[in-house]
């Protein structure tokens, strides 16, 4: 459980102290987060190789799809709204979770992919 709540808090999977962004980003100010090459306190690099990230993507995707579904039943099946109303707030929440999926779904991807040294 203490990997899962590392992950959603952007933490390095090798020292649980660093954190994997140096700057969080704001989507209203068109701001995209930033991520540190290595840990600060663990000098553990992120980035395995040329293009890690890719798959981080599908992730992602996964995510935003899930948010959408989520958004669809409570607005639509529960509160009853127009397919239209519907429609622009799931535009809305898509945008403004998208910072939010791209930094959680590269810490997924990288512990996903983290192995501990034994």
Not at 53 to 62: D, E, K, L, P, R
Not at 78 to 102: E, G, K, Q
């Amino acid at each position: 459980m203490s990997k899962v709540i590392n992950a959603l808090n952007c933490k390095c999977p090798n020292c649980k102290d660093g954190k994997i962004f140096s700057v969080s980003g704001n989507i209203l100010l068109l701001k995209i987060p930033k991520m540190n090459d290595r840990c600060q306190i663990c000098d553990y690099k992120f980035e395995r190789e040329v293009g890690f990230f890719f798959g981080a993507m599908f992730v992602s995707y996964a995510l935003a799809a899930a948010e959408m579904m989520a958004c669809m039943v409570v607005f639509w099946s529960l509160i009853d709204f127009s397919p239209l109303r519907v429609f622009l707030i799931i535009v809305v929440m898509a945008f403004l979770l998208s910072t939010f999926n791209f930094k959680l779904s590269r810490s997924i991807w990288i512990y996903l992919f983290y192995k501990d040294k034994v």
